[in-house]
């Protein structure tokens, strides 16, 4: 006997390719870890922590260290107002704090509107909850949000929208324009904003909008984001949610009873990676700019059509110039033939939408010398 709940998702594709990966020893562009080490200052400050017994469990809503540097850091870099007693909640990485927050908002009967293609946590979170997600498509070929489309998407039912910027996984890194339709909409329909902003300081193009920061929009806004993508650190597992004092409160409770707490010696090493300059950030992102212009061009070769990404590092690739499979199919032909892993693009879209059968997902945040590897296998595909 299984919940119905449970019936109406599969387990997440991304984690299962990795695993395929292993399996057949191939160049794991599937899964979104780096390959390359995170920062000294924050590996030495966490076992400094734990060499100092700091082993038992932190605060429930975080350690307080890491609290006021998350505060500080989004009153340096956006101009935003945060209270780490009253607004903020450490969870265990983002991916927690997306379903904490959508288990503290949202009733059966809500919908949540969803764009697509978009991270594969997203449905299943708002089915958790008993709400029922919409869907709204980006529209390619760069992935940009049809005003129309959105508008129509909102109805008396709609409690909140979850808007991800730069997006997992096509890169797109939506304009302030599209985020102002956003905020007008939600201000007009009396609707939350929950907004997933991991990959915030990876950016090639435009810039990164806070929607907490607009007009009339603090008050309806759930900002989320981490440590894992900016400090290369997936494995720690260290998110946040900033919401308003009587939501954070309700996130806080949901987050007691999911988890506890996030690991308390880790959230040390976290406050000290929240205080690094501007120059680490630029120094970051200039890698995976670097990184993105070693894969892109070996895809192309091979035959992949695809937008160049403004942000993330994900190449969300067309492959059928090369194969009329399925993207399943095609992924575990590339798994078992060429040596690359990748994600199925139809995991990217809710079941039996029908797309993403063409599409297959490429992670470039990996050392140059993976991805140089990758190219050379790639390049089976284009002679």
Not at 6 to 29: C, K
Not at 206 to 233: Q, W
């Amino acid at each position: 006997m299984i919940a119905q709940r449970a019936r109406t998702f599969t387990e997440s594709v991304i984690r299962e390719m990795t695993r395929v990966a292993a399996q057949y020893d191939a160049i794991n562009l599937a899964q979104g870890f780096p390959d390359f080490p995170m920062p000294a200052e924050m590996k030495m400050a966490a076992a400094a922590a734990i060499d100092a017994d700091v082993n038992q469990y932190a605060i429930t809503w975080g350690a307080k260290p890491l609290r006021d540097a998350i505060a500080a850091k989004y009153q340096s870099w956006y101009g935003m107002e945060v209270d780490p007693e009253r607004e903020l909640t450490v969870t265990c990485g983002a991916t927690e704090a997306m379903a904490a927050v959508c288990l503290a908002l949202l009733d059966p009967g809500d919908e949540v509107i969803v764009f697509e293609p978009f991270y594969e946590n997203y449905g299943p979170d708002a089915i958790l909850c008993g709400a029922t997600p919409t869907f709204v498509p980006l529209e390619r070929p760069d992935w940009h949000i049809d005003p129309d489309r959105l508008t129509a998407a909102f109805s008396g039912k709609t409690k909140a929208i979850v808007v991800n910027t730069p997006h997992n996984p096509s890169g797109r890194v939506h304009s302030r324009a599209e985020l102002e339709l956003i905020a007008k909409l939600c201000r007009e329909h009396d609707v939350w904003a929950i907004t997933d902003e991991i990959y915030e300081h990876i950016r090639y193009e435009g810039a990164h909008h806070v929607l907490a920061t607009f007009p009339g929009m603090r008050e309806r806004t759930v900002t989320i984001s981490g440590l894992s993508k900016t400090f290369s650190c997936t494995g720690w597992r260290l998110g946040y949610a900033i919401a308003p004092p009587e939501q954070s409160a309700a996130i806080r409770k949901v987050h007691d009873f999911l988890t506890v707490g996030a690991p308390a010696p880790l959230q040390a090493a976290g406050a000290v990676g929240m205080g690094f300059n501007r120059a680490y950030y630029d120094e970051m992102n200039e890698g995976y700019r670097a990184r993105r212009d070693v894969l892109c061009p070996a895809l192309a070769k091979a035959g992949f059509k695809f937008t160049i990404p403004q942000g993330a590092y994900y190449v969300l690739a067309d492959f059928s110039a090369l194969s009329k499979d399925d993207d399943r199919t095609f992924a575990r032909w590339m798994i078992e033939e060429v040596g690359v892993a990748s994600v199925p693009g139809s995991s990217f879209y809710h079941q039996g939408s029908g797309e993403g059968k063409s599409l297959t997902r490429f992670a470039f945040c990996k050392r140059a010398e993976t991805l140089e590897a990758a190219a050379v296998r790639l390049g089976k595909l284009g002679g």
